[in-house]
């Protein structure tokens, strides 16, 4: 059975450190979707990153970066110089597309991240 | 905006009670998912539905349904309400039945139940 574990529950950090969420996932299937999506206070799901289980390469989009290692079951999200808009829930979810009808995805427990200003 | 609709934003009602949350899924896309996000149960996966069939069911209740009309859009129906689903339902669309596909999420239906 697929799994995904967001040790941290809470984090706060000041503004403009650097942070990192960390998200380790279990799955039996070669083939899976990671992914991770941003709750603000609002409520809203806000998707964030997709990432296949054959690309191992980190991934860099403004302050965001992604950190994908296959050999620890890993896939962490940095936040660089934080603001006060990245204030919000953060889920990393698992998605095993190896089997049809198995698309769903399976979330982690998610990190509140709370950036002091 | 993700492009996913759900409506009402709010909902509260009694227990023993009926309702059903609309969704639409964005244009052009063919898979319809439901979740439930609750402070005990966090964000789980409830049903899919694809094209207007169903495709996948997870932790739905049997008091819950759902279908995917001809145009696409997503009822679910939720009878003999509790307490206990009290919960923030999310609705997300794909375009693809498989995996490969990122699902967009609508932005919920809050449902209180007292």
């Known amino acids: 059975a697929q799994k995904v574990t967001q040790a941290q529950t809470e984090i706060s950090v000041v503004e403009k450190e650097d942070v990192t969420l960390d998200c380790v996932y279990e799955?039996?299937?070669?083939?899976?979707?990671l992914f991770w999506y941003k709750q603000p206070p609002s409520g809203e799901l806000v998707f964030l990153i997709r990432?296949?289980?054959?690309?191992?390469q980190n991934e860099i989009s403004g302050r965001y970066s992604w950190n994908f290692q296959k050999s620890t079951s890993s896939f962490n999200f940095t936040i660089t110089a934080s603001q006060v808009v990245d204030s919000a829930v953060y889920f990393c979810a698992l998605s095993e597309a190896g089997n049809f009808g198995n698309e769903k995805l399976t979330f982690g427990t998610g990190t509140r991240l709370t950036i002091i200003p | 905006d993700s492009g996913v609709t759900q409506t009402p934003k709010h909902l509260i009602t009694a227990t023993g009670q009926r309702v059903t949350l609309r969704c639409s899924p964005r244009s052009g896309d063919l898979s319809v998912y439901w979740y439930q996000q609750s402070l005990d149960q966090g964000l789980q996966f409830l049903i899919q539905y694809y094209n207007g069939e169903e495709r996948a069911k997870g932790n739905i209740l049997e008091r819950f349904s759902a279908q995917q009309f001809p145009d696409l859009h997503s009822e679910l129906n939720l009878s003999s309400l509790e307490l206990g689903d009290s919960a923030l339902y999310f609705c997300a669309s794909s375009y693809e039945r498989g995996g490969t596909d990122t699902q967009y999420f609508g932005p919920g239906t809050r449902l209180t139940v007292l």
């Open positions: 799955t039996r299937d070669t083939t899976y979707y």
């Open positions: 990432r296949n289980s054959f690309d191992e």
